[in-house]
């Protein structure tokens, strides 16, 4: 799990808090991927970052803010959360070319009251 | 729209068994199909990747095959342990760089 690391592995949230979930890969890896994975659904590509700028926003609600401050890290910032919204959510990078493979982080587990 | 679906949900086999995981894709323009396991509670640990010219591709008891036309992709494990144990997932990528994931099929192997 030193690839790419994510922290914290576990997250407990009211609605009305506000809250980040942290993503770091250690790979030199130039493309960053937050992904949603609630139960017994296909994992859901939320954001794409590629060198740094965001490429695609899968139509997630505005409560999700991602940001990448350089290659290395992604953060995805939590406000204002819905029961619903509870899930693993997971951290992916790769080098960028659509015939690469994604390493993924083990995911924060997120819990909304 | 692509869609990914992996049959069976789930499978129960004994130690030893050789089996066969399934996953079919909806749109055959995709640049690879890969495999993935995930233990539970854990992220994706990537098993295989097919590029979209190849045919199959092997890792150790591990063999995935690709049919881009008919929109199939299996993966075979030999001789299965009990620490094959886990939830193997499948994925299409787009040409957006964008993997499209099936539900998974969840394994277990037992002594």
């Known amino acids: 799990e030193t690839g790419v690391t994510q922290t914290p592995r576990h997250l407990v949230m009211g609605m009305t808090n506000k809250k980040s979930l942290k993503c770091e890969q250690h790979?030199?890896?130039?493309?960053m991927y937050w992904y949603k994975q609630s139960a017994k659904k296909p994992l859901e590509l939320m954001f794409v970052?590629?060198?740094?700028?965001?490429?695609e926003n899968n139509s997630v609600p505005s409560r999700f803010s991602p940001e990448c401050p350089n290659s290395s890290h992604l953060f995805l910032h939590l406000h204002t959360l819905q029961p619903e919204d509870s899930a693993l959510y997971l951290c992916?990078?790769?080098?960028?070319?659509?015939?690469?493979?994604?390493?993924f982080g083990p995911g924060t587990r997120l819990t909304v009251l | 729209k692509q869609e990914v679906t992996q049959i069976p949900a789930a499978l129960s086999v004994p130690e030893g068994e050789n089996l066969v995981l399934n996953c079919s894709f909806t749109?055959?323009?995709?640049?690879?199909l890969q495999w993935f396991r995930q233990d539970p509670g854990k992220g994706l640990t990537s098993l295989l990747l097919?590029?979209?010219?190849?045919r199959e591709q092997t890792s150790g008891r591990l063999n995935a095959s690709l049919d881009k036309s008919s929109g199939r992709s299996t993966l075979y494990i030999a001789a299965s342990q009990p620490g094959d144990s886990a939830t193997y997932l499948c994925?299409?990528?787009?040409?957006?760089?964008?993997?499209?994931f099936g539900t998974g099929t969840r394994l277990q192997v037992f002594p």
């Open positions: 992916a990078s790769s080098q960028g070319s659509r015939t690469d493979t994604q390493y």
């Open positions: 790979l030199g890896h130039n493309a």
């Open positions: 970052y590629s060198l740094e700028e965001r490429v």
């Open positions: 749109d055959s323009a995709i640049y690879n």
């Open positions: 097919i590029q979209s010219s190849q």
């Open positions: 994925a299409a990528t787009l040409d957006t760089d964008k993997l499209i």
